[in-house]
């Protein structure tokens, strides 16, 4: 905790593409649930009780809504909450929770924020948009002082951002070179700033008099849509003051996250409803690659609402954002060079201005601990529902404030994105890989091993034990592999019938189940099936085929960038269940290769529900399908859609009925399909709800009408209580660096570099790089080198700057930086040293 603490603002650490390139079935249709069980308290004198706890360690979760912040320090002093679920942005309630003898906190730095721009040319001639100009957006980089923002506007409690890669995250310091030149090239130069502004603005037409813009006739108006629920309030007025200052006129439109999606997100552009919108994005784990990131934002690829698919990249910056996107590189000075390139187009584009990135505090009772993710705190962290805890009891009831519950309708497959929502539901289901909240490398959950076979050329990196890494010259895709799924024969085809001369991938992933995968139970009591992966599969393909009634035109992106790289899978063996996954796309780590590729479950049975009410018409799984149906978009835990899921349970229990029986049918037989209606129908009549997952912790109880939700401990849960302890403070390393005050050209100058954990010197063998960058007066990078270790001096390290490395260097103040990457968090550390380059004697 003294670590986080200690960070300084040049230390520093969007829902962005949180796990766009998951598997399948796991990206598409990951189920989350609920399920029964009895509460039972226990003391924590009781003997073995840490040995015989089973699946969660709360016996009871009760979320309430809490829109107010402001109010949660006393909540949580006076016991009304033991946790808030939502981090903290303001300086003023931050310090609130510092000076608390009773709350602690912990610090998340996955958070950041932009100004997004209407790119589009506005359909009505007598509207202006100054944004559809490619220089007028680029120069707004240097008009807003970041610098300003991060200290004013957040309290310090976030630190300036410009590029397209977030500065916590490994790709950032891995890019050093390249992101802090394209930063100094960017920097805050408001006279340069409005230079091009008013320039373009003459260009396109406008003109100015008396200090103000105008554009045939009438002022330039500029709408500026601004979030009012956090900081994002007080950038809109910064932003909006300093728009005034140069000559607009600025509509304020003050809106929440529903009424502002409905303007920016839901809008068509071109309407000209809005020019500014205050955005922000939250990446829930700490994303080890970012080469996804110039197609999520800059292209249209990146989602389906109508302002992505007005982005007119330039064909360069498109070619190179897709080719990342796909991973379409063969060696890793490749890839970085891909990818510097790729930030230098995006600042040209400049469809948003990165502003900062976030640090936010979670706060909660001095007898409540969690493992929280360095990136996403509490609710983004995947192994809250396994570690979340009193330290002075086991078992027990614990209450968590959130800012808003039950926004959207909840269903496996297309329903809420709310970050809220998700949190709880993430709870309900058990995935097949966790990844780690330090580091983000996926560890296994219900796998027992997984070997991954790449390309030998293809530059792939190993760091736990649990994913075998081997290499081959060609990876040959067998015949028998599926690729596709025929809708009207109701099977899957193979390789060998598509592709007769045969198919190669770039890798290969033979994933290796728990060997008691089938006896695993669903929260209604059902049996895990084999069936529970493969409808899933089924659905991604009939969902995104225009012949079929799931077609929903909102899963066509997410498809066409599945099978950009998908070579197909099969099943090798089912006792124990072993599945081979072929795939093009490639990740730095074979741990997220063999994550992203490891197939996920839903319940088969709950599924057919909702695939027999969207057939009808009645439901749909998107609100995309459901507005363009006029149909209710389908919602599991309350709301008009149970009556529908009710009359469509009892049909398929009066026939017992096997979805996709052409198929399916190996693998589910009439009894079993008896068995799990039964247990459905039971499950409806005690919950009153069907939220059926396999989680620690099941859906007891939603109430929308009061704002509160129940979870309760699934007592068959397999793993002990202590399976995922001892993630609770993170490793960071915190860096010292020194050096002379005064350097002459051409004369040798040697600077040290101390590098602790907790006052300890940090060890050498888990720092995985230590670069220093060195730049003169004029901010060019002129030396870019390694460190090497002190002799005889743990956790200190020395850069020697040679006499011909400083007689290159421009009298005046010069800067050396420091980055350092650990093994133990994803987390990069940074330190700088200002010196002064004197003139040699020569001269």
């Not at 709408?223 to 007025?237: M, N, V």
């Not at 909660?364 to 996403?376: K, Q, T």
Request: with cysteine; net charge negative; glycine share 6%.
């Amino acid at each position: 905790m003294n670590a986080l603490k200690k960070l300084k603002r040049h230390s520093r650490l969007h829902l962005s593409t949180i796990m766009l390139m998951i598997f399948a079935a796991a990206a598409c249709i990951a189920a989350a649930g609920s399920g029964s069980a009895e509460q039972r308290q226990e003391s924590p004198d009781s003997p073995g009780m840490i040995e015989n706890r089973r699946g969660a360690w709360l016996d009871e979760i009760v979320f309430v809504q809490q829109p107010d912040p402001g109010q949660m320090v006393n909540q949580i002093e006076r016991g009304a909450i033991d946790l808030y679920a939502s981090g903290i942005t303001n300086p003023v309630i931050h310090r609130r929770i510092l000076e608390s003898p009773r709350v602690q906190h912990t610090i998340s730095y996955g958070a950041s924020v932009e100004l997004t721009m209407n790119t589009a040319e506005f359909s009505d001639p007598q509207q202006f948009n100054p944004f559809h100009c490619r220089e007028i957006r680029q120069a707004m980089n240097r008009l807003l002082d970041r610098d300003y923002i991060a200290d004013e506007v957040f309290g310090g409690l976030a630190s300036p951002r410009y590029l397209p890669i977030s500065t916590v995250f490994p790709d950032y310091a891995r890019l050093a070179p390249e992101a802090r030149t394209l930063e100094l090239r960017y920097a805050h130069d408001r006279l340069r700033a409005e230079e091009t502004i008013s320039s373009r603005m003459r260009e396109l037409g406008a003109e100015k008099r008396q200090d103000s813009w105008f554009y045939k006739g009438e002022p330039v108006e500029l709408k500026l849509l601004i979030r009012t629920e956090d900081a994002r309030q007080q950038l809109g007025d910064y932003v909006g003051n300093v728009m005034e200052e140069l000559g607009f006129r600025v509509n304020r439109m003050y809106r929440t996250a529903e009424e502002a999606s409905r303007i920016w997100i839901a809008s068509d552009p071109a309407g000209g409803g809005w020019h500014l919108y205050t955005g922000s994005w939250i990446s829930i784990i700490i994303n080890r690659d970012q080469a996804g990131e110039l197609d999520q934002f800059y292209t249209p690829r990146g989602r389906p609402e109508p302002l992505w698919q007005a982005y007119t990249p330039e064909k360069e910056l498109d070619e190179v954002a897709e080719a990342l996107r796909r991973r379409a590189y063969d060696t890793w000075e490749e890839r970085q060079d891909m990818m510097a390139r790729g930030m230098e187009l995006a600042m040209r584009e400049s469809t948003r201005v990165w502003l900062v990135d976030q640090q936010s505090a979670w706060a909660y009772a001095g007898n409540v601990e969690f493992a929280a993710d360095l990136a996403g705190g509490f609710s983004g962290s995947a192994l809250w529902p396994y570690t979340l805890r009193f330290t002075d009891r086991q078992g027990g009831r614990m209450t968590i404030g959130v800012p808003s519950l039950l926004t959207e309708p909840w269903n496996p497959v297309a329903g809420t994105n709310w970050i809220f929502d998700r949190m709880i539901t993430r709870s309900l289901h058990d995935p097949v890989v966790l990844p780690d909240p330090f580091t983000g490398l996926f560890r296994p959950q219900r796998i027992q091993k997984a070997e991954v076979t790449v390309r030998e050329d293809i530059p792939v990196q190993k760091t736990l034990d649990w994913a075998e890494l081997k290499r081959k010259e060609k990876i040959q895709v067998p015949e028998d592999t599926w690729i596709e799924w025929d809708s009207d024969k109701e099977r899957f085809i193979t390789i060998g019938e598509k592709f007769p001369d045969g198919v190669e991938a770039r890798t290969r992933t033979r994933v290796v189940f728990e060997e008691k995968f089938k006896q695993r139970l669903w929260h209604d009591g059902s049996s895990a099936s084999l069936a529970d992966i493969i409808l899933p599969w089924i659905m991604l393909f009939e969902r995104a085929d225009e012949n079929s009634p799931l077609f929903d035109r909102s899963a066509v992106p997410i498809f066409q960038s599945f099978t950009a790289h998908f070579r197909g899978w099969r099943i090798i063996s089912e006792e124990p269940l072993e599945i081979e996954i072929y795939s093009d796309q490639i990740f730095p780590d074979v741990e997220w290769i063999a994550g992203n590729r490891a197939p996920g479950a839903s319940a088969w049975h709950l599924l057919v529900l909702g695939i027999l009410a969207e057939r009808e018409g009645t439901l749909a799984f998107s609100s995309d399908k459901a507005d363009q149906l006029g149909a209710e978009w389908m919602n599991l835990v309350s709301g008009p859609s149970l009556p529908v899921l009710d009359r469509h349970l009892q049909r398929a229990k009066a026939q017992n009925y096997i979805p996709y029986e052409g198929k399916l049918g190996q693998y589910i037989d009439k009894e079993e399909a008896a068995q799990r209606y039964q247990n459905l129908a039971r499950w409806r009549r005690e919950r009153r709800h069907y939220w059926v997952g396999n989680g620690p912790f099941y859906l007891h109880s939603a109430r929308p009408v009061e704002n509160i939700v129940v979870l309760r401990r699934f007592e068959d849960f397999p793993d002990s209580s202590d399976k995922w302890l001892g993630f609770d403070t993170p490793r960071i390393p915190e860096p010292r660096l020194r050096g002379p005050n005064f350097v002459k050209q051409g004369e040798a100058a040697e600077f040290s570099l101390t590098i602790k954990e907790e006052q300890r010197p940090y060890p050498a063998n888990e720092l995985a790089a230590i670069d220093f960058l060195v730049f003169d007066s004029a901010d060019e990078l002129k030396i870019k080198d390694e460190a090497r270790p002190r002799e005889g001096k743990n956790g200190e390290w020395l850069f020697t700057l040679s006499g011909e490395q400083t007689a290159e260097l421009a009298t005046g103040a010069a800067r050396m930086e420091v980055a350092i990457n650990s093994r133990l968090v994803a987390l990069p550390s940074f330190a700088s040293f200002v010196f002064a380059v004197l003139p040699s004697e020569d001269k």
